[in-house]
């Protein structure tokens, strides 16, 4: 039996005037995939991925994110994804619990789930001496994985993570992958933008983009295999080069 898609896209093309900052993309990504999104500065994918979370309308294509069509169905997607920025997650003026119960309360969980949600949380993370603590006091490699567990507070069926370990120390990054390996474990599917290429051979499989095309689908290892490549690194250099368009 096949696993059934959780996010498909077919020729999805946004466009800014004249500029084409996303041209004509077509891939899918199976449910309790971890589904890497790579791509220089300027490459489009900030751009895809906001399409695809329901907070940047497409200029034409065709796209579904957990069953929902991304062109008339933006709030029902928002709704049933979790997402991540690099730069915004969490309310640095709250603490912990606020924050969590902040979240949960936006995605209409009862105060009872909230807390027996933060409760597994703080268990989870080892952090219930920083229940009550601002975030903003809190080191980077913590406030990452606090931030990973308010962006699936409420047991989204897809979780989009945008370079979520972006500063963070190789152990605190390794620390952080293991979270998302078991949320994969558990059925949650993760769309994941990072610079790391070694964090890229932790996903089934990854996609570079191009000045806003997909240049290489497949799996870590298929495509060292087709480039001659020993590492994701030097997979990315090799499509890097063909670029035309800079940040």
């Known amino acids: 039996m096949n696993p059934q898609k959780a996010i498909t896209a077919k020729n999805l093309t946004k466009t800014f005037g004249d500029?084409?900052?996303?041209?004509?993309?077509?891939?899918?990504?199976?449910?309790?995939?971890?589904?890497?999104?790579?791509?220089a500065n300027g490459a489009g994918k900030t751009t895809a991925m906001r399409m695809l979370c329901g907070l940047l309308h497409p200029s034409s294509?065709?796209?579904?994110?957990?069953?929902?069509?991304?062109?008339?169905?933006?709030?029902?997607?928002?709704?049933?994804?979790?997402?991540?920025s690099q730069r915004f997650s969490l309310y640095d003026d709250l603490t912990t619990f606020e924050n969590m119960r902040l979240f949960g309360g936006i995605?209409?969980?009862?105060?009872?789930?909230?807390?027996?949600?933060?409760?597994?949380?703080f268990s989870e993370l080892s952090l219930k001496n920083e229940r009550n603590l601002l975030t903003k006091s809190l080191p980077l490699g913590i406030?990452?994985?606090?931030?990973?567990?308010?962006?699936?507070?409420?047991?989204?069926?897809?979780?989009?993570?945008?370079?979520?370990?972006?500063?963070?120390?190789?152990?605190?990054?390794?620390?952080?992958?293991e979270l998302i390996y078991k949320a994969a474990d558990e059925g949650m599917t993760v769309f994941v933008t990072t610079h790391y290429m070694d964090e890229a051979e932790y996903c089934h499989r990854i996609s570079i983009m191009v000045d806003g095309e997909i240049h290489a689908l497949d799996t870590p290892q298929n495509l060292k295999k087709a480039l001659s490549a020993e590492n994701i690194y030097d997979v990315f250099i090799k499509l890097a080069r063909e670029a035309e368009r800079g940040e």
């Open 61 to 84: 294509g065709e796209g579904h994110v957990a069953g929902f069509d991304i062109f008339r169905q933006a709030q029902k997607i928002k709704e049933n994804i979790g997402y991540m």
């Open 19 to 39: 500029f084409v900052a996303v041209n004509k993309i077509s891939f899918e990504v199976s449910e309790g995939e971890i589904f890497g999104f790579l791509g």
């Open 107 to 121: 995605y209409g969980m009862s105060n009872s789930e909230i807390k027996s949600r933060a409760d597994y949380w």
């Open 143 to 177: 406030k990452q994985k606090v931030a990973f567990s308010v962006a699936t507070f409420h047991h989204p069926k897809i979780v989009f993570l945008d370079e979520p370990t972006g500063g963070v120390d190789p152990i605190a990054r390794r620390t952080f992958w």
